[in-house]
């Protein structure tokens, strides 16, 4: 990580969400909870995460931590969150993840926290920032080949709407 002024993550505008979002649900359990009866500020990171790998699953790659056969994977190099409201035990959240760009090495995701069926109510927001690297070196990769044909499918879904043709 380098020094200085850090980099400005993208907005997350309401514009940017694109058909593509990935949304999980999530219980907050008793032992995310800090004594003073609130999820902990740091269980933002492993929701964001659990948003993270829900979407790469539903897209069809494989678990970034555990690598692939092709040989590149992706790590988190920063992350923010803003939290708007608490989170209590037994509180149905849904957490949604998509991504918001690709920039050479460097993949940009928006992460959405919302009560259960209330989008209004929104609990937290953030990004991530992943770096594709090289699972043997761990040193940046150019990335996949596969990630920006999917980047030109949702390119091609923002601007029609469609996602029925599979070609790109």
Known sequence: MSEGKPERPPEIAENEFSKLVVTIDYTVKKSDIDKMGVMYYGMYAHLFD?????FYEAFGYPEPSKGNQEGWGMAVVRHG?????????GDELEVSAWCQRVKG???WMGVRVCA?????QVVAQGYTVQVFIDTKTFRPLKPDPNW??????REKIKRTGRQDDKRV
């Open 105 to 107: 090495v460097r993949m």
């Open 148 to 153: 920006r044909i999917w980047m030109r499918l």
């Open 116 to 120: 259960k069926g209330c989008p209004e």
């Open 81 to 89: 969150v803003e939290i708007h409201r608490a989170a209590r035990e």
């Open 50 to 54: 659990l948003a993270r790998l829900g």
